[in-house]
């Protein structure tokens, strides 16, 4: 038989954990066989990539070896969980050569471990000096694409059977899930109980200055981020139209969509404008004070205007 390799990690069950390094890891591997001229093919979980190979349809008779990258090598099962899929992995592929390599060994008896006819370990127990992380030895990517804030609200119950609020969130994080953004979850509430919540209105601009653009259904997700002289893609969830409608027309801001026709052509031509020069540029001429308030001068005018009477 042919040398081929099938290439294998927790990112090949259907309940295994897929990480940023597990990926890594398996496009090192993935490079380093190619160039050596092996043919490889990877099994993925199809939970994570639907339509790709599956290690159920894997056949072991058509491989000479089984790769397992990345991650413990064990046995144990967790929390009500069945066999190990490690054990059943070695049962299924006993024909073929078995290799585990940049993995962690906490017990070199395990089964799981002892199954492998080698085991290429970036750490093991009593043996002092670790190996890299096979993830350092990924391909860089040519760019990296842009980061995107999500800030999201669920409440604002005032607004009554006007609501459109589950929908429009769903229909923004299906859409963000297919996009090639790297987003982070923010929120404009403040808690100095909670350390996920920014507790100063300094630590939600510290984040939002590095951002790319926002994507978000709050007024003040609108306001701030652009005070932060980053572009907003905002979306009004009230039917007919609410605040963050009046907020963008004030701001004669124009990246703005109503819940009620959120189309994907729309929202991907609209973060396309964000992230543009033109809308950076735009963005910016928001980040100094605006000049004046009529809210302010009025309730000055208000307070001074009754002062100094009988109460």
Same mark, same amino acid.
């Given at each position: 038989?042919?040398?081929?390799?099938?290439?294998?990690?927790? #990112?090949?069950?259907?309940?295994?954990?897929?990480?940023?390094?597990?990926?890594?890891? %398996?496009?090192?591997?993935?490079?380093?066989?190619?160039?050596?001229?092996?043919? *490889? %093919?990877?099994?993925?979980?199809?939970?994570? &990539?639907?339509?790709?190979?599956?290690?159920?349809?894997?056949?072991?008779?058509?491989?000479?070896?089984?790769?397992?990258?990345?991650?413990?090598?064990?046995?144990?099962?967790?929390?009500?969980?069945?066999?190990?899929?490690?054990?059943?992995?070695?049962?299924? #592929?006993?024909?073929?050569?078995?290799?585990?390599?940049?993995?962690?060994?906490?017990?070199? /008896?395990?089964?799981?471990?002892?199954? #492998?006819? =080698?085991?290429?370990?970036?750490?093991?127990?009593?043996?002092?000096?670790?190996? !890299? +992380?096979?993830?350092?030895?990924?391909?860089?990517?040519?760019?990296?694409?842009?980061?995107?804030?999500?800030? !999201?609200?669920?409440?604002?119950?005032?607004?009554?059977?006007?609501?459109?609020?589950?929908? *429009?969130?769903?229909?923004?994080?299906?859409?963000?899930?297919?996009?090639? @953004?790297?987003?982070?979850?923010?929120?404009?509430?403040?808690?100095?109980?909670?350390?996920?919540?920014?507790?100063?209105? =300094?630590?939600?601009?510290?984040?939002?200055?590095?951002? +790319?653009?926002?994507?978000?259904?709050?007024?003040?997700?609108?306001?701030?981020?652009?005070?932060?002289?980053?572009?907003?893609?905002?979306?009004?969830?009230?039917?007919?139209?609410?605040? *963050?409608?009046?907020?963008?027309? /004030?701001? &004669?801001?124009?990246?703005?969509?109503?819940? =009620?026709?959120?189309?994907?052509?729309?929202?991907?031509?609209?973060?396309?404008?964000?992230?543009?020069?033109?809308?950076?540029?735009?963005?910016?001429?928001?980040? @100094?004070?605006?000049?004046?308030?009529?809210?302010?001068?009025?309730?000055? &005018?208000?307070?001074?205007?009754?002062?100094?009477?009988?109460?």
């Amino acid at each position: 038989m042919n040398t081929r390799v099938l290439l294998t990690g927790w #990112f090949s069950f259907l309940h295994g954990e897929v990480t940023a390094g597990d990926l890594l890891a %398996e496009a090192s591997v993935r490079q380093a066989l190619s160039e050596a001229a092996v043919a *490889v %093919e990877t099994a993925w979980s199809p939970v994570f &990539r639907p339509g790709a190979l599956r290690l159920e349809a894997a056949d072991p008779d058509r491989f000479s070896h089984l790769v397992f990258a990345c991650g413990p090598v064990h046995s144990t099962p967790g929390p009500g969980a069945g066999p190990s899929p490690l054990l059943e992995l070695h049962a299924r #592929f006993a024909r073929c050569r078995r290799i585990a390599v940049g993995v962690s060994v906490t017990d070199p /008896a395990d089964p799981a471990v002892t199954g #492998f006819h =080698e085991v290429l370990a970036r750490d093991t127990p009593g043996v002092p000096v670790a190996s !890299l +992380d096979l993830s350092l030895h990924a391909p860089l990517p040519d760019r990296l694409p842009p980061l995107v804030g999500v800030i !999201l609200t669920e409440g604002q119950h005032e607004y009554g059977p006007r609501r459109l609020h589950a929908g *429009v969130s769903k229909a923004l994080t299906d859409w963000l899930g297919g996009s090639d @953004a790297a987003t982070v979850v923010l929120d404009t509430r403040l808690d100095s109980r909670d350390w996920r919540l920014p507790t100063r209105p =300094e630590h939600l601009q510290a984040a939002l200055v590095r951002l +790319d653009a926002v994507v978000t259904t709050r007024l003040h997700g609108l306001v701030q981020a652009l005070r932060a002289g980053t572009p907003v893609l905002a979306v009004d969830p009230v039917a007919g139209g609410a605040k *963050v409608s009046a907020q963008a027309a /004030a701001l &004669r801001w124009p990246a703005l969509l109503p819940g =009620e026709r959120l189309r994907t052509a729309d929202l991907d031509r609209l973060l396309a404008w964000c992230l543009s020069a033109d809308g950076r540029a735009a963005a910016a001429r928001h980040t @100094a004070p605006p000049r004046g308030s009529e809210l302010l001068t009025g309730l000055v &005018r208000e307070v001074l205007a009754h002062s100094g009477g009988d109460r």
